[in-house]
């Protein structure tokens, strides 16, 4: 059985025998004393060793050569070598790593490691080369650490008020988003399209009787686009619910599922996050602000800077002015941009009662960026199928959709959020490179 102890778990051992492993970060090699700084994935622990340089001429004491060998084998060892080490555990207040030391009796190399091809400085495109010598540094390893105690939390809360977790295909006969970011692949005799969404399964749910359900999976968008914030495949947080009244019953869930979301990552991470991100993660207050896109166009306007196309959406600047307008005057990270108008939002939304010109809608944008788009989706089959057709879609493509509604459906409405995107605004990160476990871009499938 392997007896390893954690580092992180060291502190709480008394003084006595111990043997850890992890890979060797650096080796002082003094005259008279060897240090290690031995790094596993808890954290790192300084082992020390009394050098033995050479043998006394006068005759050789009990164990004096396995001593000289181990002052070699440490003398020798190289930066990312894997060793395991069993020593003597002291407790010292005088050692500035962590308040203890391992006292070297036996070290065994587990295995060796080639003179590592990336530095803290490399450019983000070789550290994406090398992308799990990079995970092995404490600030990337810390992101995916935050990233399970968020999504942890997610679901807790979900899995709480008996919401039902899907998986839905990402093997698609049609396109569910815009057909201009499809990835198409041979299919046997026939094609196939690579999920862009979970949206048409999501929504099958509420027909289907399962009420409210999540999912946490892949998205593929064949977007060419080089931006921070634009990956061809996503991990996408989607969540639908029935019963709503309007897209206000999902932003309250929405806001509140990220308050548990944040909350969890502060309590847990919130002070390695500070010391390693130096950011001080703030748990946002309920409700978000909420603005019509309209009046955030205005409000970005009156401040000097004017969204291109009047009819389009939010632009990348006109949603860091919004973003910067509320952190100002209303003291809050988040802020739901809604009522996007119809023109500029897909066929399946709801459309406003009063004004068909506008659409139950929102988007959600955090630290300057969106992170999410939400809706109330319209039921109405008679409705879906005239809001389709004049976004030029063909019925018949979407006979398998539109069943959905023939057969007695709910009101219902939910959202998807990118959770790179999430991460890399939560620590200030500058793209989502950094917040995806192995990203894919135009120009990366590899590694
Ligand atoms: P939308 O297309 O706005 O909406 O996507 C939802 C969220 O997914 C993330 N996202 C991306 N992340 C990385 N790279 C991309 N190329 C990318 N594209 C999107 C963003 C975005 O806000 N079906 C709807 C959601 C719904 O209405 O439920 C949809 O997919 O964070």
Redo the contacts with the bound molecule.
Sequence with gaps: MNTRTLVKDLAALPDGPVTVAGWVETVRDQKKVQFIILRDESGAVQLVNPAVRELDPEGVSVGAAEALALTEQISALGHGTFIEVSGDLKHDERVKLGGLEVKIATLEVVTEALETPIAADSSLDKRMDWRFLDLRHPKQNLIFRVQTTFLHALRSYWVERDWVEIQTPKLMASA??SRA?LFELGYFEGKAYLA????FF?QMAQPAGLGRVFEVGP?F?A?P?FTS????E?T?I???MSWVESHEDVMKMHEEVLVAGFTAVKEKHGAEILELFGVEITVPTTPFPRIPLAEAKEIVASRGYVVPRADADMDPEGERQISQYVKEELGHEFVFLTDYASSIR?F??MRHEDDPTLTN?Y??IFNGV??????QREHRIDVLIEQAKEKGLEPEELEFYLDFFRYGVPPHG?????L???LMLMLHEHS?RETTYLFRGPTRLLP
């Design positions: 569910s988003e970011e862009q969404s979970p949206q999501k998205a968008r977007d686009s914030r634009h990956a061809t996503f996408s989607d969540a639908e897909p399946y939304h809608s988007d959600l969106e992170i999410s788009t939400g809706a939910g959202f998807g959020m990118g790179a995107r999430v989502i």
